[in-house]
């Protein structure tokens, strides 16, 4: 049976708040040990992502802001590890344009990142000054918080759709962005770079931003929220497991019933 697991990050595999994921450590090293991708599928930016595979000693392919580009690892001289790009979704130019001209056609509250300092994304998010600069480096999406009616945010879902963008609701923020998701990218990644037979997909998430993916793999694992509440997918029961705890304890306990379920054993081996 081939495995290969793709996982968000934020309250998945990640703490909510202090973005740990000790806890889901023993997971980490026995999937390695068994040589299983663990394809990170995020809405964070290249610049977050690249650190944090460096942290995990993660050497498998990505998607960053939610399916808007993949990144794939190939070898280059000296066997150093080269990585390829393919946007998926549409530039920051041009979705920060159309943003710019709806705010000033219909006065819409709100404020994106583009409108934020370092200073106050860090703020936001309990991230560090530094990791925040990092969270802004983006490529092609664009979050914001939303600080006008729940009318105005369906025309603005409207407005966005005639420019090709779609309004996507993550952890803590929209997600302004082109035609792509999560689950778009994970297709790509399985039909041009991950091309095994009898592959058996595993993802792993907690946010709307994550539903096409957990509903298109052959297994879901929904992440507790901190709210002690579970997001809703249409799928199978038998093939949905929702975990005990919150991230990162929950996504250790998933891989293990997923191990358990699919008869390879759990990672307390």
């Known amino acids: 049976m081939n495995l290969i697991i793709f996982t968000d990050l934020d309250g998945t595999l990640l703490d909510h708040h202090d973005y740990n994921f000790d806890a889901a450590q023993p997971a980490l090293n026995e999937l390695s040990r068994r040589n299983i991708p663990v394809i990170i599928n995020s809405s964070k930016t290249y610049a977050e992502i690249k650190d944090l595979r460096i942290k995990m000693h993660n050497n498998s392919a990505f998607a960053v802001e939610n399916g808007a580009a993949v990144y794939y690892p190939t ?29 000033s056609r219909f006065h819409f509250q709100f404020q994106s990142f583009a409108d934020m300092s370092n200073e106050t994304v860090a703020e936001i998010t309990g991230l560090s000054v530094e990791s925040a600069s990092l969270a802004k480096q983006r490529q092609a999406s664009e ?12 025309i603005f879902k409207q ?24 689950s778009l990218a994970m297709a790509w990644l399985l039909n041009n ?10 993802a792993l998430g907690d946010s709307a931003n994550d539903r096409k993916m957990l509903e298109c793999a052959d297994f879901a694992a929904i992440i507790r929220k901190t709210d002690h509440s579970y997001l809703a997918i249409e799928k199978d029961p038998e093939a949905v497991f929702n975990s005990p705890d919150v991230a990162p304890l929950g996504w250790r306990q998933a891989i293990d019933f997923i191990f358990n379920k699919l008869g390879t054993g759990d990672t307390d081996e």
Not at 77 to 87: N, W
Not at 143 to 154: C, T, V
């Open 143 to 154: 979050p914001l918080l939303w600080q006008d009616s729940a009318d105005n945010l369906e």
């Open 193 to 202: 770079y991950y091309q095994t037979p009898k592959q058996t997909v595993i």
């Open 159 to 182: 407005q966005l759709a005639k420019n090709q963008l779609q309004l996507l609701q993550g952890g803590r923020f929209y997600h302004v962005m082109g035609q792509n998701d999560k």
């Open 75 to 103: 070898q280059g001289s000296g066997q150093a590890e080269q990585l390829k790009q393919t946007i998926l979704g549409k530039p920051l130019p041009f979705i920060l344009e159309q943003l710019a001209e709806l705010r």
